[in-house]
């Protein structure tokens, strides 16, 4: 047996040290996947990119049969040139997402190990590849490969529509590219039922008309036409003279010229979308909203859409802190530095009303001040409803939507309020922070924010990529200005003509060339580009706190008034459940056996006698006390022993101390509510629980009590809550001397007992904490049994030790 668990311990130490060996071995491999991830996470494109990212299980359903032509890209995560190419290639898929009914884009990491065979079929040879796929493509085919392809946006854009154009069979949703005719014009509306006829004149080397074309290709009530300058009779007759202009002709041969800022596709396009009646395929037609109501609930707020509003600012920061923060019914470790990151930039920054600013330094306090790693939502729910009561200090209740109201209950308002209320923070940040502050400090807060709070958790991944590939950039202020306004335009990208997008207000790259035309220019190449160096200035005005509108704000003694009523109301109810729970409490009498009974009756005999004795005798050792309450200063003397030796007796404090004092009835007119409830409602239940008592002691008393001073039926109870002193009904009464020794006797009685139950509870004690109690019979027997047992333990050893020396003596035998 020895040897068997010799054995065993040493296998155990073997694996003990080869566990060791192992553990910095999977450190190293931990570190290495952390610091380069697997390759399916470590691809160049998200989802987020707009680009199909192929895989093994997805690929055929792409490229194969499909209704629309699709560019391919194959690369390596870990190839140079595909690192430097993937943004040029993401401003590609930017640039062409109205076009993906006829042409989409897909990227696939050949990196990875599971697309290895893939793109060894689709014979890959080298980094990155481009490949076109026909629309309906067959499951055998590679796809054409675009040799020397452009690294720039423009020429991957023209390389595109030469492909479609010279591709068979034509996409179904793709229009027609080639250039019209005046015949064509002429009978247009007879076989087209559209609302505008846009014709595009240009140069037969331009490619603006089919661009354009394919950017209305989701528009419904507007056809695009390109016609060259070479077709002299629409020139002519048009009055055409520069190339390349945009024109809208109508039925009967009338026509108009598209008016744009720069003659760019660009601004025709933004134009044309804009155009009566254009909407997106599938939607339903904009609502012009004239009528004082729309589809929801609330009534329709008339609003100025160049400028901000107050409103929407604070109804993002109650929906923010009031309902998105309250799914987390515990804030602990990052997300607790993320909340109180998020609340010590609004209190530096946000612009806000006086009562407000109040609140919002009251709740970064108090979150300063936590220093466990943990807080409840409960707890900083208290602080958000000021629940101290502190002065002009206020968080309206509600949402109050302005700006950011949506023509559908489920349409803009939060997601709407929260981009503006990070614009006015970064400019404010840019306006008011002195040198050397963290140019960060606000997309950091609103990174971590929508990272640990935002609902929409897809919407919190998508910005969190955002972040992570481009905001090391941000170096300044003005940069994080910038950094946020261009996101926020490639998530207007992103969602334009999804479901969440409101027909009323369309997603577009704002601003806008009507509200600010400075802001657009283009390169020499025709191709749009912002000005920065206008776009700043436009976005610290625009968000600037001196032009927040406060129209259809809530007057901040309303909001006060509103608070004061709710923390009333709340405490009112609170109080209420605790009257319930105390009056259920009180009213419930303990029922005493018949022999605490009748201890009681003989106890409140001796107490009758006693107390008359006193008076009798000039009231000797009672203390003088107030006429009009009836209090005293201090205990009895005959209550102290009790008090001091801690009998726990129910009867200790029903003792008046004083006699001939008429106790004085409890005022029903106190302005305190909570003492006139504990009051009221006490002494009424308690009256009733004395009457219940007393009606118990009469039926059960076996001898009838000696004639003697007689009391009011609430006195014990009274008593005990403080009120001493009655007014005997019966004051004029007399005694004998055999009844005064009587008494005596029993006062001395009740002395000795006092001494001798103090002195036999000194010596009792520690017997009782030992015997715990049990009797001396009991702790006899535990003693017994006890004995017994370690005298058989000793026995077995002898056996045992004897046993083992005669097999070892039998052993050594030779």
């Given amino acids: 047996m020895a040897r068997r668990l010799g054995r065993a311990t040493s296998r155990f130490t073997e694996e003990t040290q080869t566990c060791h060996k192992r553990i910095p071995a999977f450190a190293v491999w931990l570190c290495f996947c952390l610091v380069f991830p697997p390759a399916a996470e470590a691809g160049l494109y998200s989802p987020s990119d707009q680009i199909i990212l192929l895989n093994p299980e997805n690929v055929e359903s792409v490229l194969a049969n499909s209704t629309a032509a699709i560019v391919a890209e194959f690369y390596a995560s870990w190839c140079g040139h595909c690192v430097a190419f993937s943004p040029v290639y993401k401003s590609l898929a930017r640039d062409i997402k109205e076009w993906k009914p006829a042409v989409d884009l897909a990227a696939i990491d050949c990196a990875a190990q599971q697309n290895i065979k893939l793109c060894s079929a689709y014979s890959i040879t080298g980094y990155p590849t481009l490949k076109f796929f026909h629309a309906y493509s067959k499951a055998d085919s590679k796809g054409e490969a675009y040799k020397a392809f452009p690294r720039d946006v423009q020429g991957l854009r023209h390389r595109i529509i030469d492909k479609l154009e010279n591709q068979e069979p034509w996409p179904p949703a793709c229009p027609p590219l080639e250039p019209t005719s005046q015949a064509e014009i002429d009978s247009f509306f007879e076989t087209n039922n559209v609302q505008h006829l846009a014709l595009i004149f240009e140069k037969a080397s331009s490619y603006i008309g089919r661009e354009v074309t394919l950017d209305l290709l989701q528009f419904e009530n507007v056809t695009v036409r390109r016609v060259l300058s070479t077709e002299q009779d629409l020139v002519t007759k048009l009055g055409v003279t520069e190339f390349p202009s945009c024109y809208l002709y109508y039925p009967k041969g009338n026509f108009t010229r598209l008016k744009v800022n720069i003659e760019a596709r660009h601004f025709y396009s933004y134009a044309l979308q804009r155009l009566p009646g254009v909407v997106r395929s599938g939607r339903p037609p904009l609502v012009h909203i004239d009528h004082p109501t729309n589809s929801t609930e609330e009534p329709w707020r008339p609003f100025n859409r160049s400028r901000v509003y107050m409103a929407d600012l604070e109804s993002t920061l109650h929906y923010s802190l009031r309902v998105e923060l309250a799914a987390h019914s515990v804030i602990r470790g990052n997300a607790l530095v993320s909340l109180k990151k998020y609340i010590s930039v609004l209190t530096k920054y946000f612009p806000g009303r006086p009562v407000v600013m109040n609140l919002l330094r009251s709740v970064d306090s108090w979150l300063q001040n936590q220093s466990g790693g943990e807080i409840t939502y409960e707890a900083l729910r208290k602080i958000l409803d000021n629940s101290a009561q502190s002065p002009d200090t206020a968080l309206p209740e509600g949402v109050r939507w302005v700006g950011c109201q949506g023509s559908q209950p489920h349409l803009r308002r939060f997601p709407?309020?929260?981009?503006?209320?990070?614009?006015?923070?970064?400019?404010?940040?840019?306006?008011?922070?002195?040198?050397?502050?963290?140019?960060?400090?606000?997309?950091?807060?609103?990174?971590?924010?929508?990272?640990?709070?935002?609902?929409?958790?897809?919407?919190?991944?998508?910005?969190?990529?955002?972040?992570?590939?481009?905001?090391?950039?941000?170096?300044?202020?003005?940069?994080?200005?910038?950094?946020?306004?261009?996101?926020?335009?490639?998530?207007?990208?992103?969602?334009?003509?999804?479901?969440?997008?409101?027909?009323?207000?369309?997603?577009?790259?704002?601003?806008?060339?009507?509200?600010?035309?400075?802001?657009?220019?283009?390169?020499?190449?025709r191709e749009h580009k912002w000005n920065k160096e206008q776009v700043l200035p436009f976005l610290m005005s625009y968000f600037s706190s001196s032009r927040i509108l406060t129209d259809y704000l809530e007057d901040?003694?309303?909001?006060?008034?509103?608070?004061?009523?709710?923390?009333?109301?709340?405490?009112?109810?609170?109080?209420?459940?605790?009257?319930?729970?105390?009056?259920?409490?009180?009213?419930?009498?303990?029922?005493?056996?018949?022999?605490?009974?009748?201890?009681?009756?003989?106890?409140?005999?001796?107490?009758?006698?006693?107390?008359?004795?006193?008076?009798?005798?000039?009231?000797?050792?009672?203390?003088?006390?107030?006429?009009?309450?009836?209090?005293?200063?201090?205990?009895?003397?005959?209550?102290?022993?009790?008090?001091?030796?801690?009998?726990?007796?129910?009867r200790a404090h029903n003792r008046p101390s004083i006699v001939g004092m008429r106790m004085r009835e409890p005022q029903e007119d106190i302005v305190d509510l909570d003492s006139f409830v504990n009051q009221h409602y006490k002494a009424k239940a308690l009256r009733l629980a004395a009457s219940s008592r007393v009606k118990q002691r009469t039926l059960q008393r076996k001898v009838e009590q000696e004639p003697g001073p007689v009391f009011g039926l609430g006195m014990e109870m009274d008593a005990g809550l403080g009120m001493v002193g009655l007014q005997p009904v019966e004051a004029d009464f007399d005694l004998d001397v055999g009844r005064q020794r009587k008494r005596l006797q029993k006062r001395e009685l009740i002395g000795q007992y006092y001494v001798e139950e103090a002195e036999l509870s000194h010596r009792g004690r520690w017997m009782s904490v030992l015997s715990i109690g049990f009797s001396k019979v009991d702790i006899s027997l535990c003693v017994i049994l006890y004995c017994l047992s370690s005298m058989c333990l000793v026995a077995m050893y002898l056996f045992f030790k004897n046993r083992l020396r005669l097999r070892r003596a039998k052993v050594s035998l030779p």
């Fill in 416 to 525: 709407c309020g929260m981009w503006t209320l990070f614009h006015v923070l970064t400019v404010q940040a840019k306006s008011t922070s002195p040198r050397g502050t963290d140019p960060k400090e606000v997309l950091s807060a609103m990174r971590n924010y929508v990272r640990s709070f935002f609902g929409c958790r897809p919407c919190a991944e998508h910005f969190e990529n955002m972040a992570r590939e481009s905001m090391v950039e941000v170096d300044s202020t003005s940069s994080a200005v910038l950094w946020l306004w261009s996101r926020h335009n490639r998530v207007n990208n992103r969602i334009a003509g999804a479901l969440s997008e409101d027909p009323n207000f369309p997603k577009i790259q704002w601003p806008s060339p009507e509200m600010c035309s400075a802001c657009h220019t283009v390169r020499d190449n």
């Fill in 556 to 650: 901040e003694s309303q909001v006060l008034a509103k608070q004061r009523e709710a923390i009333a109301a709340q405490k009112h109810g609170e109080r209420r459940a605790r009257e319930a729970l105390d009056s259920v409490t009180h009213l419930l009498p303990s029922q005493p056996t018949v022999q605490e009974e009748e201890e009681e009756e003989e106890d409140e005999g001796t107490q009758d006698e006693t107390m008359a004795d006193e008076e009798e005798e000039g009231g000797e050792g009672a203390p003088a006390a107030d006429e009009m309450g009836g209090k005293t200063s201090e205990p009895t003397p005959w209550a102290k022993p009790e008090m001091e030796l801690g009998r726990g007796r129910q």
